[in-house]
């Protein structure tokens, strides 16, 4: 039985029943009133004629309550077509997310009290829905792409040197080298996107300890200072006094520093510099790498963190990187409860840092 017709049964028993307990009542208080009367009037009614008025009573009582009856029908077929409507909607939206189907596309229900709350929850709901199918099929379609170029690399050298036996050796060393190369650049995709999983859903907790940032930044520019020197680019490291200690994961910060120095240093040319810095900030320290390369636009500096985004798709890939080291970046920041943050100029560089707070649960937002 649907919501409406439910709503109207009760409605006309709980009228119907009023109804009975007034005809009822005032029967019996008209019959008492009249037994007390013709006992005190000097012209006394006939009891035929008094149980005839009592019935005449009755019957006009049964006649309002059934005019009644009938306005309530009315009134409560409106009320509930004006609830229901909105229920129903609510509950095809409902059914439509289960199913996931997307045809229809969930409309504005009005409707007042935890009903209208009911229908903002589902209406918001279907919106975050949408937007993580959207986000699953990019990730799967940048997925696909990014390994689609590598193996056809390996594809294609691999066959070359099964089909061909008179390959020189020279030539045979260098498809080698140009399938090692793109296996290790899967390699370092698959390792970041399972590092990315891992982070997002919690499998990975940060464990921060007091941390000296002077040795654990020496140790992350140790990493990167061979590529920075064959491309003939200055590294340096500058650590204010104020923000040389702070309570963070060691191993997530060696992560951070190296993915911000090898974007850096892909990015800037030689003859450039590339810093890694830190400064305090009130509530936390922040730690940096600022770099005088090529910049980024300001319409794509928002989005440099986003997964696979990439500025110039092309130089990007034939430099070697995943577009996933900003977004580990991103994430692992906010596993301490820290933030990120891009400014860059086009034509002068790029400066990216990340805020470490006090404590693992506070960011600048927060204070």
């Known amino acids: 039985m649907k919501l409406a017709h439910r709503m109207l049964l009760q409605y006309v028993v709980v009228v119907l029943v009023l109804d009975l307990l007034i005809i009822a009542i005032v029967g019996q208080r008209l019959e008492h009133r009249l037994a007390r009367d013709t006992a005190t009037v000097p012209v006394a009614l006939d009891h035929r004629e008094a149980h005839g008025i009592v019935a005449e009573v009755r019957t006009d009582i049964a006649l309002a309550g059934a005019a009644a009856l009938v306005v309530t029908v009315l009134l409560t077929v409106v009320f509930a077509r004006h609830v229901s409507q909105p229920i129903t909607k609510l509950r095809d939206m409902a059914r439509g997310l289960a199913n996931h189907d997307r045809s229809i596309p969930p409309a504005p229900v009005s409707a007042p009290g935890e009903v209208g709350e009911l229908a903002v929850a589902i209406s918001q709901l279907s919106v975050q829905l949408d937007a993580l199918e959207k986000t699953r099929r990019d990730f799967v379609a940048n997925v ?35 399938i090692l190369d793109n296996t290790r650049r899967m390699q370092r995709i698959v390792d970041d996107l399972l590092d990315l999983s891992r982070i997002e859903s919690g499998g990975w907790v940060p464990r ?55 974007n850096a240093i892909r990015h800037t040319p030689t003859g450039g510099s590339v810093t890694i810095f830190t400064l305090a900030d009130r509530g936390g320290v922040w730690v940096g790498v600022r770099d005088t390369g090529e910049g980024i636009a300001p319409e794509h500096l928002s989005r440099v963190f986003e997964r696979f985004y990439r500025v110039d798709t092309g130089r990007s890939r034939d430099s070697g990187g995943t577009g996933l080291g900003l977004s580990i970046v991103r994430h692992l920041a906010e596993a301490h409860g820290g933030t990120t943050q891009a400014t860059s100029e086009v034509g002068r560089g790029t400066t990216i840092r990340v805020f470490f707070p006090d404590r693992a649960d506070r960011s600048p937002a927060d204070r």
């Open 144 to 178: 696909s792409h990014e390994l689609r170029t590598p193996l056809t690399i390996v594809g294609g050298f691999a066959e070359t040197l099964v089909e061909d036996d008179d390959v020189p050796a020279d030539n045979r060393r260098q498809f080698a080298k140009t």
């Open 208 to 262: 921060p300890v007091d941390t000296d940032l002077r040795g654990a930044i020496a140790e992350a520019a140790a990493l990167v200072r061979d590529a920075a020197e064959r491309k003939g680019i200055a590294l340096t490291v500058q650590v204010a006094s104020e923000a040389s200690r702070a309570s963070l994961d060691r191993t997530a910060l060696r992560q951070i520093l190296t993915n911000l120095s090898e």
